[in-house]
Structures are given as C-alpha cells and as structure tokens.
C-alpha cells in the first residue's frame, strides 16, 4: 500500500492541473435586448479577458448569429443553443465555467453552416472536428484543441472571422444584423487569425 501511495497522489494532482477555470466575475449578459450601450460595454470588454465562461460565450454567439439575445437568462440561453444544435444535448455546464474552445468550435460551425472535410461530414460539427476545421480554415488559432479554454481576445478573434465568413457566404438579404462593434474591434486585435488559405 505504502508503495502505491505516491502513485495515487500523482494521480490526484494530474486530475487537479486538469480541472476546469471558473470565471469568478463575468460581464452582465441579461441586459435587455437592443441595449446598444451595454452591448458596447460587453464588446469592448470581452477581450481583456483571460477567459471566456460559457454564459459570455453564448451570449456572444447569439449577437453574431441574431443581432441580439432575447434569451434574458443563461438557461434560456443554454436551451436555445441545444435547440439548435450549437452544443451537445447533454451538455450542462456552469454558466461561470471556462469555455472551451472546441463548445465555440461547433456552435460557430452551425452558425456559419461550415460542412467541413470527411470526419465532420459523417459525425456532424463535435467539439473535435469543428475545432480542427476552424484551425484548418485559419478562423481558430494553431494549435488548438477542443478543451482548451478560450481567452477573450481569442474568442474576439474567431466571432470576427464568423462574422466575415457570413458576409462572405450569405446573400446580404439573408444576414443577421451585424453585433455593435464585434467585427470592428475584433478584425483590430493583435493575434487574430488570418483569413483562411485557399483549399
């Protein structure tokens, strides 16, 4: 037993060092929809943050893919996005929880109606192949893996190569209304990635 000990407690301290981030203050989300001051405030924000929880996330993705969120609450948000097909159906995450990088993956790969190569056409858009697409099209930073966290001036990064990819792909009379300020100040950070390279 004596021998096993430290085995175990190695063990332990691998499974700490992989715990998940909580995000001990996050930004108001349940504003009223259409508040463009606050949506500002939230733009202008997000990318001082060194990580992005699911609730900010989400909220985001709804002003990329609506204009607005009308949800007023992270479960709503949480229920519409299983709806439509954003996040697993199991999926039951803490709105203060970091969120990973390969939850933005699917939902921008929905959002974007992104088909991707073999794996993602056969399993759909998961966490794992819509992470490697969004590496591949050059709208996620390389290296990137799907739990991996995402910092806000990442998640900046990728909601503005969403939102031109939309521009690009949409008929104008088709596009959401444009988030306040996402692309702008997004398309102004230093370390976004670079348009995608041609197939």
């Known amino acids: ?22 995000v001990p203050a996050t930004l108001e989300t349940n504003y009223p929809a259409g508040d463009v001051g606050k949506e500002l405030e939230f733009w202008h924000t997000l990318p001082t943050r060194s990580a992005v929880c699911n609730d900010e996330g989400l909220h985001g993705l709804f002003l990329l893919a609506d204009g607005d969120d009308p949800t007023g609450s992270y479960p709503k ?3 519409l996005a299983k709806a439509r097909g954003w996040v697993g159906k199991d999926f039951d995450e803490a709105g203060n929880l ?3 990088r390969g939850t933005l993956a699917q939902a921008v790969a929905v959002i974007c109606k992104i088909e991707g190569g073999v794996m993602m056409r056969v399993f759909g858009p998961t966490p794992r192949y819509a992470t490697r697409e969004l590496v591949y099209m050059r709208m996620m930073a390389d290296p990137s893996t799907e739990n991996q966290a995402i910092t806000g001036l990442e998640y900046m990064g990728v909601i503005s190569k969403a939102q031109d990819h939309i521009m690009l792909t949409t008929p104008p009379e088709q596009a959401p209304a444009a988030p306040a300020q996402a692309g702008g100040a997004a398309s102004q950070q230093p370390g976004a990635a670079e348009p995608a390279a041609a197939h």
């Open 98 to 100: 970091a969120m990973q």
């Open 1 to 22: 037993m004596r021998r096993s000990t430290p085995l175990v407690l190695m063990g332990l301290l691998a499974a700490g060092g992989c715990a998940r981030t909580y």
């Open 77 to 79: 948000r949480v229920e």
